[in-house]
């Protein structure tokens, strides 16, 4: 049974910085991919970031040079070091898996997804 548990949203000034986690059980995030998206209030889900399972990395032109994510094999746990945040970087954080190797930023290929954590950027 597959898992995620996204935690370390909240509110934060404009500038500042967050750092998502997400657990995951069910599976091992060394053998898929796995990504951060995120939905904003009357907006649809976008992705973020991706990660494949040989650690290569996809980002979103939005947050390139300012998320960086990464993930630790050995805690089988997903992350999402977001710096210089932005009020349009507000919305609820979503992670996910896929069933496949390489980094992807298409919604449609993720399987699993996590219930969300709030980011709010003021």
């Known amino acids: 049974h597959v898992q995620l548990v996204e935690s370390g949203g909240g509110s934060v000034q404009a500038g500042g910085s967050l750092n998502l986690s997400c657990v995951a059980s069910g599976f091992t995030v060394s053998s898929a991919c796995t990504g951060w998206f995120r939905q904003a209030p009357g907006k649809e889900r976008a992705s973020v970031a991706a990660i494949g399972s040989d650690g290569s990395l996809s980002y979103a032109d939005s947050v390139m040079g300012r998320f960086t994510i990464s993930k630790d094999n050995a805690k089988n746990t997903l992350y999402l070091q977001m710096d210089d945040l932005k009020p349009g970087d507000t919305g609820v954080y979503y992670c996910?898996?896929?069933?496949?190797?390489?980094?992807?930023?298409?919604?449609?290929?993720?399987?699993?997804w996590g219930p969300g954590t709030q980011v709010t950027v003021s």
């Open positions: 996910a898996a896929a069933r496949i190797g390489f980094p992807s930023l298409a919604r449609y290929l993720y399987d699993y």
